[in-house]
């Protein structure tokens, strides 16, 4: 069986080849997608390596193929925009590829596979290679997605003065499983994006004051961030720093106006899934950091990036 | 500089960014692209790897990039569609990495850059890792595309008996430099696409004798191979066999009825690009392989996949 096959028989057995969106599925020189009601796609790319993003056989290889999908599937929601179709891209070591394509390939693979069927996201394309290097496998992932029709996609960039600062569910000790194991916020991005003004969104995949940050700068705005109002998660102890820095919540940060996050408060459309109200947007001051922390003793500390990296890099 | 800075700051300088299909660029959780009249998105991905595709430092590594991106655009080609946007993922080893993002990483993105911008390619995203693997480079591309005004794209699929063989340029012995310096075969496919009713096409990437086979298998037809009437590369030495199993032509191989191919033969469209006719289109007659090859003594031989890549694994 060579590549192309393997991966045109694990859509197939997964039903992908059957989206109603797929004009040409895998096994031509390209797929052919149709886009439901606009000409906008939306694009991204996410690469995992093995030994950086994750190591055999600590983690089981279907957990890894699940989360290089979900790991794009959740930029998709920080957009809040509709995943149609992913391209697969995988390295695997020849001493793998030598067990007959079966065994840990094949379950990377059944791990995308699977999530893909989930969000009925089609295998559009591959392409597989493998090499002589032990430790060697590359997961690569594209995915193509649409705007919901009537809702336009949400970007980091416009976060106004006056916003407020809001996050869903709980954060920090993704690490301990929750990583390999989350649900991309898909449905929750296009409930919100539905019902409110949202003006900038992102998803936290490296940690609150990074992904914050991110917004930041990308709206030429200052945030606050309120440490004492921060959602836990039970996996971060009782350490507010660990919901700021641990990377991997993959939960969704966003904000709106004061009255559409007052809205949002009251009526928690997510439930049972939480919206907690975290920090504040502010007119940008000076040149220094536009992330400032409110401490649970309410000093505020303006926390530049190699700070939190140094400082709290025990927390 | 982080590594979306890094691929921002290379597609800003090659003019990618200014795109006028380009609503969001790179540097948010996905880029966004808007179609020119079509809701049909065409998508392809190839995966380059170190030590399989290609070994450092024989090959430089401005060359290395541009043929990741090369071998996609002629994946493009060969639907007759017209690239729009790429998303590339990189892995690289972190000896390369700690020189400073400069060096090989660096040439491998101006490669890719360089090319990108001749065919107005925009780079809509990106995402590079770097791990403790020497000789680990790996270069995953996915190409975005859409058909062209007024011709629909063309598959591997519709060849029909009676149907002529042709193919463009020469063929062999790419090994000796075009591998690395091929011009995907873009305005030759829009040009052939527009004049002619192309019933099949293809790019050759694995060989001849792999790649016609892939038509006669999609389209359920048996295809003859006329051996004295392949246009040989000056690479290729005299040798047709070479033009049949060498791979990376990356010239179009392509089906049409026969007056159309009249036509074309004598027009020659894309001169000064020759178009040749190399073979026809029959009804498949049994179980055997598609795949029959006139020897230049006239003699009719049945090529097995094996067949070719035992007995002539000299050539």
């Known amino acids: 069986m060579n590549e192309v096959d393997f991966i045109q028989s694990l859509a197939a057995q997964h039903g992908a080849s059957k989206h109603p969106q797929v ?23 996410d690469i995992l390596t093995e ?31 509709r995943p149609v179709a992913a391209l697969v891209g995988l390295v695997i ?23 893909a069927n989930t969000w009925s996201v089609a295998l559009l394309g591959g392409d597989t290679n493998s090499w002589a290097m032990p430790q060697g496998t ?16 949400v970007t980091r960039s416009g976060a106004k003065p006056g916003d ?43 940690g609150l004051a990074k992904d914050a940050r991110h917004i930041a700068t990308a709206s030429d705005v200052q945030i606050q961030i309120d440490a004492a109002a921060l959602p836990l998660a039970a996996a971060a102890g009782h350490d507010w720093k660990r919901a700021l820095t641990d990377g991997e919540d993959f939960e969704l940060c966003f904000t709106c106006a004061p009255d559409a996050a007052a809205s949002l408060l ?3 459309p997510l439930a049972p899934l939480l919206i907690t109200k975290i920090g504040k947007i502010e007119t940008k001051s000076g040149s220094g950091s536009p992330l400032h922390i409110k401490h649970p003793d309410g000093q505020v500390e303006q926390l530049n990036l190699s700070g939190y990296e140094h400082q709290w890099s025990e927390a």
């Open 266 to 268: 009251q009526e928690q």
């Open 164 to 206: 407020i600062l809001l996050v869903t569910g709980t954060l920090g000790g993704s690490i301990y499983g929750k990583q390999f194991h989350f649900t991309p916020r898909l449905r929750e991005a296009e409930i919100l994006a539905r019902s409110t003004n949202i003006t900038a969104m992102i998803d936290l995949s490296d």
């Open 93 to 115: 070591p020849q001493t793998i590829r030598e067990g007959g394509l079966a065994g840990i390939t094949e379950s990377i693979m059944e791990g995308i596979a699977t999530l």
């Open 138 to 153: 590359v997961i690569s992932i594209t995915i193509v997605g649409e705007p919901f029709p009537g809702i336009r996609p």
């Open 51 to 81: 030994g950086v993003d994750f190591t055999f056989p600590e983690a089981d290889p279907f957990s890894v193929g699940r989360k290089a999908l979900a790991v794009n599937l959740s930029d998709m929601a920080a957009m809040a925009c």
């Open 23 to 45: 004009v040409l599925g895998i096994g031509d020189d390209a797929g052919i997608l149709r886009l439901r009601d606009s000409r906008d796609v939306v694009l991204t790319t």
